[in-house]
């Protein structure tokens, strides 16, 4: 395979990691509303080029965005009600309850018991008018029509799963074990009337994303999206095309995926996700892959590929297993694949999540591919005996990172380190003794990496107990949320000193980089 030049990231530049379910919103998690333009207007103001999210999919039992029922569709969560209410499908007696939640955290019991019939009930009101828009989010018939190939499928595996009493679709009647054309004339008529609302979901959760992505646009911000390498067994993604994994004859899957004992878990981690059938892939030109991601980049300006390792080798568990540390490695596509994804799509712009312990041979696909790589500055130390985690070992041609959202937040690591290496972190970054995120921010913007992307809460500053997601555990994840009080907060000095910080390391991503040297500007 011949290594493309990384031709688009030529420009040094800053991003902030914040999912939207994070975000500042009424409704008991974050929306596409007004707290995410007041946002991306904080960004903006601050000098930051990009706003990295999670996978923004419907996420089902544990709600991991990494776990989703569809990886073309909406969380319908995320769907502001505020418009709706507005434009009269809902009156505030309605959603008074979900006012009642949590501003500070996600208490995902609770909204399930009430955003879900007050959605509903939005929808039957808007069928009832025999209308065809909601305002200004264009027409809803049109945009069924364009997105037919992964929605109606999406929308009968919902109805389906509702009227299967919410079991898998490995558990439902051999009939309907796979998606076909003919299975919409076979659904009970409510269950079609349960598909129409999740098409309708989904119309407004594509119309306010669009209009958040053109606010984002008009100030300067681009999105980075995020693709997870696996899909969920339990998804419309798999129950529509059972072909592209290795499924026994019954839809269940031969081998499932997950990673071998690391620095996250000494059990190893059992995703449970089917692994692809990449023969068969193959034979098709990875069209499959080709348009899951050509459906992303047509949300995103920039795409994270989650678990790059996997495309040379990934982790094999036998089915049935208690967990992770009984499978094996298995060799995955390699350089094929991405010559198939740099054909079709020659201007994508993709980060490699090149995260754990990577050996020579998924360095050398990343580089083939000329894709650029992640760093962590929390690994810098105790993780790693090559300490490529230290910014003196960075490429340019990579993205730096205090912290993922599979990390402690900075302060809450920093407080966490035992003496020995605490003291390394200390003295390497010059810390003086502090546990603030904020001197380690400085450093990922200093460093050679031409993208630094920091986690809202290590903006904040927040101790442990703002940790978005701690992997290999159940309980607690997903769930964090900063607040109005919060953003307004980083809206003021702390913008400042991010502004600055961005201009001091030239991040203001508007400048392309020169290896010669040229006079100084007047």
Not at 311 to 322: H, I, K, M
Request: hydrophobic content about 40%; some cysteine; charged content about 20%.
């Amino acid at each position: 395979m011949t290594s493309p030049p990384i031709t688009w990231l030529t420009t040094r530049a800053a991003g902030v990691l914040a999912h939207i379910s994070s975000l500042p919103g009424d409704y008991g998690i974050g929306n596409l509303g007004p707290g995410a333009r007041a946002f991306v207007d904080f960004l903006a103001d601050a000098g930051v080029r990009y706003w990295q999210i999670c996978p923004i999919g419907p996420t089902g039992y544990g709600d991991s965005p990494y776990q989703l029922f569809s990886g073309r569709a909406g969380n319908p969560y995320f769907i502001d009600l505020g418009e709706l209410k507005a434009d009269g499908l809902l009156q505030e007696s309605e959603i008074a309850p979900l006012r009642q939640l949590p501003s500070d955290h996600v208490d995902y019991g609770r909204l399930y018991e009430s955003f879900w019939n007050v959605l509903a009930t939005a929808h039957d009101r808007f069928s009832a008018a025999n209308t065809d828009e909601v305002d200004g989010l264009g027409s809803m018939r049109a945009f069924r029509q364009l997105h037919a190939g992964w929605l109606q499928p999406f929308t009968e595996f919902m109805a389906l799963k509702a009227h299967f009493g919410g079991g898998a679709w490995t558990q439902w009647p051999e009939e309907f074990r796979e998606w076909t054309p003919a299975i919409s004339a076979q659904l009970p008529i409510h269950a079609q009337r349960e598909a129409d609302r999740h098409a309708f979901y989904q119309y407004l959760f594509f119309g306010q994303w669009e209009r958040l992505r053109r606010h984002a646009a008009a100030r300067g911000v681009g999105i980075i999206g995020d693709v997870p390498i696996f899909v969920a067994l339990d998804s419309a993604d798999t129950w529509q095309n059972r072909a592209v994994f290795r499924l026994d004859a019954h839809g269940l899957p031969l081998a499932v995926a997950g990673v071998p004992p690391d620095y996250f878990s000494s059990l190893g981690q059992l995703w449970g996700n089917p692994l692809y059938d990449w023969d068969q892939l193959e034979r098709t030109g990875y069209g499959w892959w080709v348009d899951r991601l050509r459906a992303a980049f047509e949300l995103y300006d920039i795409v994270r590929l989650d678990h790059f390792r996997g495309f040379d080798t990934y982790w094999e568990v036998p089915s049935g297993a208690a967990d992770a540390r009984g499978g094996h490695w298995c060799s995955g596509p390699g350089p094929a694949f991405f010559q198939a994804v740099n054909t079709a799509l020659p201007h994508a712009r993709i980060i490699a999540e090149d995260l754990g312990y990577i050996g020579p041979d998924v360095v050398a696909l990343r580089r083939a591919a000329g894709l650029p790589g992640m760093k962590v500055l929390q690994f810098a130390y105790g993780h790693d005996a090559n300490n490529v985690n230290l910014p003196h070992a960075f490429p340019p041609e990579s993205v730096a990172y205090t912290g993922t959202h599979d990390n402690l937040t900075t302060r809450g690591w920093l407080a966490s380190l035992p003496p020995k290496e605490a003291a390394l972190v200390d003295e390497y970054f010059q810390l003086g003794g502090t546990h603030s995120a904020w001197p380690m921010i400085r450093a990922a913007l200093a460093t050679v990496s031409r993208l630094a992307v920091i986690p809202v809460q290590d903006l904040l500053d927040l101790p442990a107990t703002a940790t978005l997601n701690r992997p290999g555990t159940q309980e607690g994840n997903w769930q964090w949320r900063f607040t109005v009080r919060e953003l307004a907060a980083l809206a003021g000095d702390k913008s400042t000193q991010l502004s600055r910080w961005i201009k001091l390391y030239d991040r203001t991503g508007d400048r392309p980089l020169r290896d010669f040297s040229e006079p100084p500007q007047p």
